[in-house]
């Protein structure tokens, strides 16, 4: 039977159960202490202090009597207030500083093109990759494109310089390659080949090629822009929307009399 009183305390030990009465007489089970069948004190709750009370509790410090008839000099008051002790305000709690959480700053997705870097005479022509693909010589943009050269007073067979610029430069990885980064990239491009050779005039073929490395947009369409380490480039629309909107090519016609004297002045 000690085995029973024994799983009984297990139980209760496991249930967390520190004191416990039974409501009928257990068989074999040990005798109850006696201190557990009295009944319980009820908590007795203090009375908050009053403002009177802390008055009365705060002992005040009597300055010695004076003769009748006599005035008590500066000392005397001021040794008084220093003895009775001031109420100290507790500081108010200062609350803690939290770090804010760095900005996030968003990535934008990477453009998407293919530029061919050309040369005909004093001129470097970048040219959108309408297909993504580079030039042959029965393309209807390739075609134009020497229309545009002969018109110009320019060779009509111009010379490929590298491979095509293709952006993104990499499908995968963390580097960012959003339009700020292939700005910079075309134009360093574009500027080292300037140097190895330099020339009158460049012309940015394409809203790509006028993005990229002149820093604009298709508002500058037929006008000369100044690009900082390249020179005057002029901004052309691309071959594609040449023929797919063949009235643009009377304003293109107009733009390149008033700009070619500047390869022109070159050749003479």
């Known amino acids: 039977m000690l085995n029973a009183e024994q799983r009984r305390r297990a139980y209760l030990s496991a249930m967390q159960v520190v004191s416990w009465l039974p409501r009928v007489d257990l068989p074999f089970a040990a005798p109850s202490r006696p201190e557990l069948l009295l009944p319980a004190e009820p908590p007795v ?23 009748k008839g006599e005035r008590p000099s500066i000392e005397q008051a001021r040794s008084a207030l220093v003895s009775s002790p001031a109420p100290s305000a507790s500081p108010a709690p200062q609350p803690e500083a939290v770090d804010a959480p760095p900005p ?28 993504g693909e580079p030039f042959q010589s029965r393309d209807p943009a390739y075609l134009l ?15 490929l310089i590298g491979e095509p610029v293709r952006w993104p430069l ?15 990239y075309v ?45 005057s480039a002029w901004a052309l629309p691309g071959l594609e929307l ?3 909107e063949p ?13 070619m004297r500047r390869w022109n002045i070159v050749n003479e």
């Open 45 to 67: 709750e203090e009375a908050p202090s009053s403002p009177a009370a802390l008055v009365a509790e705060t002992p005040v410090v009597s300055a010695p009597p004076m003769p």
């Open 104 to 131: 996030v700053v968003e990535r934008q997705a990477p453009p998407r093109f293919a530029l061919q870097l050309l040369r005909a005479g004093q001129c470097l022509l970048l040219v959108e990759l309408p297909t």
């Open 145 to 159: 494109l020497k229309d545009l050269l002969r018109a110009a007073g320019l060779p009509d067979s111009p010379q």
């Open 170 to 184: 990499m499908t995968r990885g963390s580097l960012d390659q959003g339009p700020q980064a292939a700005l910079e």
């Open 187 to 231: 134009q360093g491009f574009v500027s080292a080949r300037f140097e190895e050779q330099p020339c009158a005039c460049l012309w940015l073929v394409g809203l790509p090629a006028v993005r990229f490395a002149g820093d604009a947009d298709a508002e500058a369409f037929n006008r000369e822009l100044r690009v900082d380490g390249l020179g």
């Open 242 to 244: 040449l023929m797919e």
């Open 247 to 259: 009235e643009r090519k009377a304003e293109l016609w107009r733009a390149m009399r008033r700009i």
